[in-house]
Nanobody, 125 residues
Framework: QLQLVESGGGLVQPGGSLRLSCAAS????????MTWVRQAPGKGLEWVST????????NYADSVKGRFAISRDNAQNTLYLQMSYLKPEDTDQYYC??????????????????WGQGTQVTVPS
């Protein structure tokens, strides 16, 4: 059974840091690119970052570039998102997602077939 389980969210003051984790199981994690997506209440999904299968290629949304870092540990089947210099506008539910095409790198959410349950990040203003 394929599972993606996020953890690491919480309440953090502006300028603070958090590291999110996404534990993957039920598929060959090292064969797939992986993505972080976020969503604020009442708003649409926002693509945050994607990392390729071996971790050597990454992409970021302009809104997080220079502040967030995506990484993965294929030996531990885990995806990470290190978030620094957090802002109130980073307050969202954060999800990890696996694409149906292992090499898909885009922000069209129809290309993702498995999602975690999400972890909440709150940065008060």
């Amino acid at each position: 059974q394929l599972q993606l389980v996020e953890s690491g969210g919480g309440l953090v003051q502006p300028g603070g840091s958090l590291r999110l984790s996404c534990a993957a199981s039920g598929f060959t994690f090292s064969s797939y690119s992986m993505t972080w997506v976020r969503q604020a209440p009442g708003k649409g999904l926002e693509w945050v970052s994607t990392i390729n299968e071996d971790g050597f290629s990454t992409n970021y949304a302009d809104s997080v570039k220079g502040r967030f870092a995506i990484s993965r540990d294929n030996a531990q089947n885990t995806l990470y998102l290190q978030m620094s210099y957090l802002k109130p506008e980073d307050t969202d539910q954060y999800y990890c997602a696996r694409p149906s095409n292992p090499y898909y790198y885009g922000s069209n959410f129809a290309g993702y077939d498995y999602w975690g349950q999400g972890t909440q990040v709150t940065v008060p203003s």
